[in-house]
């Protein structure tokens, strides 16, 4: 399963549930530092471009939940957490998509949420009756749920990749980055807008709208072009994910350049979705696409929604190429330890269609090496690791062991 999947599900879920019950939600939620502290250090794990960060709940837990500046609402996707967090009373509600579908969630009271020297102020979640994600298959470990306006509102987060540590302080404590460059951000509807220039795949230069997304794997999502400026000349046609009311469909190729003030982001991957899937789903507010975790990574970053800015800061991998996908598989993880890794989708045309892969296909080991020996992050990268390089899957299918030697092709 892709990221992007998981991107779009919850964006629409979470609009959904703002215009269903937006009365619930306090105006002070808010994180906030304990004591006199000026800053705390805080660690956190990258899986699958997920950042990840361990928090309490009602004095129970710790859980992991995923930093996403693309919702609004604080949103918990494990449903069992309803009975172990003592809610002293909670809200059923039914959201219905565009397409007369429906789901349902809980509305809790305020919850006493905290990290190491942060506590919150009133804040509230949604907790889905069904789990509608996925997502601690996705990253094979377990995800309790996804954090995000509450936490950025109050406080201003530098985001390290290099050491997978998060400095947080209050916004007037906040230590600038020496060298780097500051961009204004827009709060609208509790996400960040900043406003950059693009160069598409002909060579035009186009002024876009993007929301600053860290919850999305991708690294660039442009949403209105295919009707007025078609499609690049190389391209992946497939699903981008799921929204309330279906899929996303869509179109993945490149475009050939981001300017982020005197940074200048070469050949990204780029999602192209498709105008009719967008139309179908919950309305968002108007933007021309959105910038990912596979771009924000790529520097040291901070987030200060008080002063409305983001600061970035060229890290040592800014300038190495952005590549797919080239195998065609999408996977994920099962069993009470997500230790078993199943093929979920075969891209038609893809490497892996050639060599007859299916869904329901168990990977064993890639190159002998079986891959509860393996990160994820590993296994994604051997997947677009090199165009034309081989690899040896021992696979498990219809109770039979076989061996199928995949070639990977680079598609865009």
């Not at 808010?30 to 361990?54: A, H």
């Not at 804040?123 to 997502?135: M, P, S, W, Y």
């Not at 509790?190 to 991708?218: C, E, F, R, W």
């Amino acid at each position: 399963m892709q990221i992007n999947g998981f991107g779009w599900i919850v964006r629409y879920l979470c609009v959904a549930l703002l215009l269903a019950f937006s009365p619930a939600f306090a105006h002070g939620q808010s994180f906030d530092l304990l004591g006199k502290k000026k800053r705390v250090y805080m660690p956190f794990t990258t899986i699958r471009n997920m950042v990840i960060v361990k928090m309490s709940i009602n004095d129970k837990g710790p859980f992991n939940f995923v930093l996403d500046t693309g919702v609004g609402i604080m949103l918990i996707t494990e449903p069992r957490l309803v009975d172990s967090l003592n809610l002293a009373t909670k809200h059923l509600l039914k959201i219905y998509g565009l397409n007369g579908e429906s789901f349902d969630a809980y509305i809790t009271p305020p919850l006493k949420l905290d990290m190491p020297n942060i506590q919150s102020t009133s804040v509230q979640a949604a907790i889905l009756k069904d789990d509608q994600f996925g997502l601690s298959n996705y990253a094979g470990m377990p995800i309790h749920g996804l954090l995000g306006y509450d936490f950025f509102n109050n406080l201003a987060v530098r985001f390290n990749f290099y050491d997978s540590t998060l400095v947080i302080s209050k916004p007037k404590h906040v230590r600038l980055l020496s060298k780097g460059i500051k961009i204004p951000l827009s709060i609208e509807d509790k996400k960040p807008y900043i406003y950059t220039n693009v160069k598409m795949a002909d060579g035009s230069v186009q002024t876009k709208k993007l929301l600053v997304d860290i919850g999305a794997g991708h690294p660039l999502s442009i949403e209105n072009s295919l009707e007025s400026e078609g499609m690049p000349q190389n391209f992946i046609a497939g699903n981008l994910g799921l929204g309330i009311t279906g899929p996303i469909t869509g179109y993945i190729s490149r475009i050939k350049e981001i300017d982020l003030g005197k940074y200048k982001i070469k050949d990204p991957i780029t999602s192209f979705p498709d105008q009719e899937s967008l139309k179908k789903a919950l309305p968002l507010t108007p933007r021309d696409g959105n910038m990912g975790i596979g771009i924000l990574r790529r520097f040291t970053m901070i987030i200060d929604y008080t002063n409305g800015a983001m600061y970035l800061k060229k890290g040592i991998d800014m300038d190495e190429p952005f590549e797919h996908d080239m195998s065609g598989i999408e996977y994920f993880f099962i069993g009470n330890d997500y230790s078993n890794l199943v093929v979920g989708r075969v891209e038609p045309g893809s490497a892996a269609d050639a060599v007859g892969m299916k869904p329901k296909d168990e990977i064993l080991a890639i190159n002998f090496k079986p891959v509860d020996k393996l990160t994820i992050d590993q296994i994604d990268n051997l997947f677009k690791s090199k165009d034309g390089r081989n690899l040896l899957l021992e696979v498990y299918r219809n109770k039979e062991y076989i061996k199928v030697l995949l070639t990977l092709r680079k598609r865009i």
